[in-house]
Nanobody
């Protein structure tokens, strides 16, 4: 049984930092592309960042480039999202997602339908 669990969310002031973590079990972690999505109240879920199984290739939404860094530790089955210079518009529920390498299409990395496994989310609130 595959489980994906996010942690690390919280309340932070604008300009601050947070590091999100996502631990996956029940799958061969290094066979999976991993990604972070977020959904703000009243908005659609959007792709934030994605990382290849090896960590060599990363993708970022324009809105977070230069501020967020995605990484992974395959030995620990853990995905990270380091977030710096946070803005109130970064406030959202952040979700971790996984997709098997063989089924992943990089051109669609920001589409939620590309991913087969999802966590329950961790809330990030950035106050102004």
């Amino acid at each position: 049984q595959v489980q994906v669990v996010e942690s690390g969310g919280g309340l932070v002031q604008a300009g601050g930092s947070l590091r999100l973590s996502c631990t996956a079990s029940g799958l061969s972690f290094d066979d999976y592309v991993m990604a972070w999505f977020r959904q703000a109240p009243g908005k659609e879920r959007e792709g934030v960042s994605c990382i290849s199984w090896s960590g060599d290739t990363t993708y970022y939404a324009d809105s977070v480039k230069g501020r967020f860094t995605i990484s992974r530790d395959n030995a620990k089955n853990t995905l990270y999202l380091q977030m710096k210079s946070l803005k109130p518009e970064d406030t959202a529920m952040y979700y971790c997602a996984a997709q098997r390498n063989a089924e992943f299409r990089s051109g669609s990395w920001r589409e939620d339908y590309e991913y087969g496994y999802w966590g329950q989310g961790t809330q990030v609130i950035v106050s102004s």
